[in-house]
């Protein structure tokens, strides 16, 4: 199990930096060109309450993961199965639960399957944590947890949690900074707010930024990141990441780098509208490609490689909350041109956007009564 240990050649960022309420008003971001046209879509499997993640199986079936804590298998057919056996206990409070699921790269020998999760810890406290086990019939074997966030926090919010392979079996984790201890995001000596990066039994790669620290830490100055994406391109992670009221954003993840959180954001305070932090850029902190002020909320994500859309391959999605969407982004290396949303009718809080072995987008809707939906090709301009 991957345990975080103090880091004290690290060292704590100074907290001194967060200078709140600051006069001035918040900049606006970068203007990107937006269109709103009509999704279609199929509706293929319904019956999911709050779907969060899915896996596509090399057999044609797919792995859905149930806010709740349920673990379902989805038949080539789109049948529903009953609840798998084997998945650790959940902490389904506020925005925790089951959350992601992915499929170790080498699946199709060895059968491991991970899970990102709320777990209690002690007393009134909770955390994300990562298990996998190996997916034997109707269930998990084998199951163990190979991850567990430092330290635990009482909240309900902010969990993240995507779960990316990179091409070197490195699996990232991303982690929220739990709401209640944002100040956290930039302390070198945790893992709230950050993203880290593990082996598949959960040990720390020693590539890894900060591994002579005996720290996961990949990135650090995150808000609540719940979508991530390898760009096929490049080879890097591309998360998306949401902000408080305004401000969320895509950012492109590089080992090291400290992304701002709450130092420089686009957003302020959700009651009071107050400024958050010193400001939205500053030396030595990343800037997001995407900044969307006011909100939409953005989920998972998925980057574009089939031929089943005309004009889409290369694109970004991210699937939106509040915004009710699809949204497409139109990249130029790692600049965004263009932006189109799809709007689905009626409006749904899509979770998760995933392109299936097939080639076509497949989307999560979080709701109670969840569908799985297929996206068609063809849209109607607004």
Do not use: C
Request: charged share 25%.
């Amino acid at each position: 199990m991957a345990v975080f240990r103090k880091a004290s050649s690290i060292g704590i960022v100074v907290l001194s930096v967060f200078l709140l309420g600051m006069a001035g008003a918040v900049e606006k971001p970068a203007e990107v060109p937006v269109t709103e046209s009509t999704l279609l879509k199929e509706v293929v499997a319904e019956g999911l309450s709050h779907p969060w993640g899915m896996a596509f199986l090399p057999d044609g079936r797919k792995l859905v993961t149930e806010r709740q804590g349920t673990l379902r298998l989805l038949g080539a057919d789109w049948s529903l199965s009953p609840p798998l056996a084997g998945v650790p206990e959940v902490y389904a409070q506020g925005q925790g639960g089951l959350l992601d699921v992915a499929l170790d790269p080498d699946f199709a020998k060895n059968g491991f399957v991970y899970l990102s999760f709320s777990e209690r810890g002690p007393g009134r406290t909770n955390r994300t944590a990562v298990a996998r086990g190996r997916l034997d019939g109707n269930g998990l074997r084998e199951v163990e947890v190979i991850f567990r966030q430092s330290p635990p926090v009482e909240s309900q919010a902010h969990f993240g949690s995507r779960l990316v392979f990179d091409s070197k079996g490195g699996l990232f984790v991303t982690l929220g900074e739990r709401s209640v201890r944002r100040y956290e995001a930039q302390n070198l000596e945790n893992e709230l707010g950050k993203i880290v990066r593990l082996t598949p039994e959960g040990k720390i790669p020693p590539d890894n930024p900060f591994a002579k620290s005996d720290s996961p830490v990949f990135s650090y100055g995150h808000r609540n990141v719940q979508g991530a994406a390898i760009n096929p391109a490049t080879g890097e992670l591309w998360i998306s990441e949401h902000g408080p009221q305004g401000g969320d954003e895509i950012n492109i993840v590089r080992p090291g780098r400290n992304y701002g959180w709450p130092v420089v954001t686009y957003g302020a305070e959700y009651v009071t509208g107050a400024k958050i932090g010193q400001g939205v850029r500053k030396a030595g902190i990343e800037d997001g490609i995407r900044i969307w002020a006011p909100s939409i909320a953005p989920a998972g994500m998925a980057f574009y490689t089939g031929d089943r859309y005309p004009g889409w391959k290369g694109s970004l999605f991210v699937a939106a909350l509040r915004g009710e969407m699809l949204v497409r982004l139109t990249l130029e290396g790692e600049k965004v041109v263009a932006e189109e949303r799809l709007i689905p009718t009626p409006g749904r809080r899509l979770r998760d956007v995933r392109q299936g072995p097939d080639g076509y987008l497949y989307a999560l809707t979080d709701e109670e009564e969840g569908e799985v939906w297929r996206i068609l090709p063809g849209r109607s301009e607004k």
